[in-house]
């Protein structure tokens, strides 16, 4: 979801600024299957992979298992070419596209690249059809889902309730919908999605399908609903998130709650995840409540686009209450590695790119 460190994350990815950038890509002469099958593996690294030993190896493994073709990972900083280099070493052939935050793998030809603001995008050639996808990883300060939680947003100063930092809020959970959207929207996470937005339309003008996917750092409007209005200490509050309501407005598609429409039964919890190789005390951020939440996210645009298979992959242990817990859910777990590399589980989504 988030990393401990400020300067880490900060303005990551703040490079180029839309201008196209064809050097970012490391070409290792991948060669696309001849199906037009898109399976899209989107992952959260956790410091690049660092957090928990053979952290490149496991993310590798992962990909080779899954046999994505399209690999978008957040909080990945050297973890992107990394991988890329090691994928090489397992014989399996992958371009790399990198920014200092987020990083895109694909075996489909790049036939160019930007580093966008908090996302790094790029072009790929699937048997002649255009496919424009971005990896995401949206700033984590302000989460303002932690206030119906009782806990600080981690909010700098001067910010709202930046006092408290990411503990415990002394009056109780803040339930007021106008607080918890005012503090929210204080993160720029919406506004880097319109940026996004705008950015897409373009592609999409241009003829283009669209994936996005990535760690937003925030929830879905799909998911804090009068369904689950008391579940996971949402303590009543239902909110139409600003992030995922403006890509709702734009047309884009979410993958997992497109397939599972109902978040009591399939809420696609993504964080935090066990990992039984870390002490509990490194995943729990709120470890009084229940912070379970869908942050990690795939979105697709255009009718080119067929959405066949979605699913969770990652441990099916989270942590609540800063306890471990096996999730009681319905949800539709994928994959289930002995080892996992991350504090977050990932999402793959199975795509049909038809003409």
Request: zero cysteines; hydrophobic letters at 40%; proline letters at 6%.
């Amino acid at each position: 979801m988030m990393t401990r460190s400020d300067d880490e994350m900060g303005s990551a990815g703040s490079g180029a600024g839309g201008a196209l950038a064809a050097g970012a890509v490391m070409s290792v002469a991948a060669a696309a299957p001849a199906a037009r099958q898109i399976r899209v593996l989107a992952l959260n690294t956790w410091h690049s992979g660092s957090k928990v030993s053979n952290g490149i190896q496991l993310i590798t493994e992962l990909i080779i298992s899954t046999q994505a073709s399209i690999v978008l990972l957040s909080e990945a900083t050297e973890a992107t070419t990394a991988v890329a280099a090691e994928l090489v070493r397992r014989g399996r052939e992958f371009n790399a596209v990198a920014s200092r935050d987020t990083g895109i793998l694909s075996v489909f030809p790049v036939q160019d690249s930007a580093d966008l603001q908090w996302m790094v995008k790029a072009r790929l050639n699937i048997d002649g059809k255009r496919l424009t996808v971005y990896s995401a990883h949206l700033e984590y300060r302000w989460y303002a889902s932690n206030l119906p939680r009782g806990y600080g947003p981690g909010a700098p100063a001067p910010g709202e309730f930046a006092e408290h930092e990411w503990n415990k809020l002394p009056d109780g959970p803040v339930t007021d919908p106008a607080v918890i959207q005012r503090v929210n929207a204080a993160s720029g996470r919406p506004e880097v999605i319109s940026n996004f937005l705008a950015d897409a339309k373009a592609e999409i003008a241009d003829g283009s399908s669209v994936i996005m996917g990535g760690d937003l750092n925030e929830p879905s409007l799909l998911d804090w609903t009068p369904a689950t209005a008391n579940l996971f200490d949402h303590n009543g509050v239902v909110l139409a998130w600003e992030t995922t309501r403006r890509l709702q407005e734009a047309g884009f598609t979410d993958a997992y709650r497109s397939m599972y429409p109902d978040p009591a039964t399939h809420p696609g919890l993504t964080w935090p995840s066990d990992n039984v190789d870390v002490d509990v005390s490194e995943l729990a951020w709120a470890p009084g409540a229940d912070e379970r939440d869908r942050v990690d996210y795939i979105f697709a645009h255009g009718a080119a686009l067929r959405l066949s298979a979605v699913g969770i992959i990652g441990p099916r242990g989270s942590i609540v209450r800063g306890t471990r817990a096996q999730e009681p859910t319905q949800d539709n777990f994928l994959a289930t590695p002995a080892q996992w590399g991350s504090d977050h589980k990932g999402i793959f989504a199975t795509y049909q790119l038809t003409d």
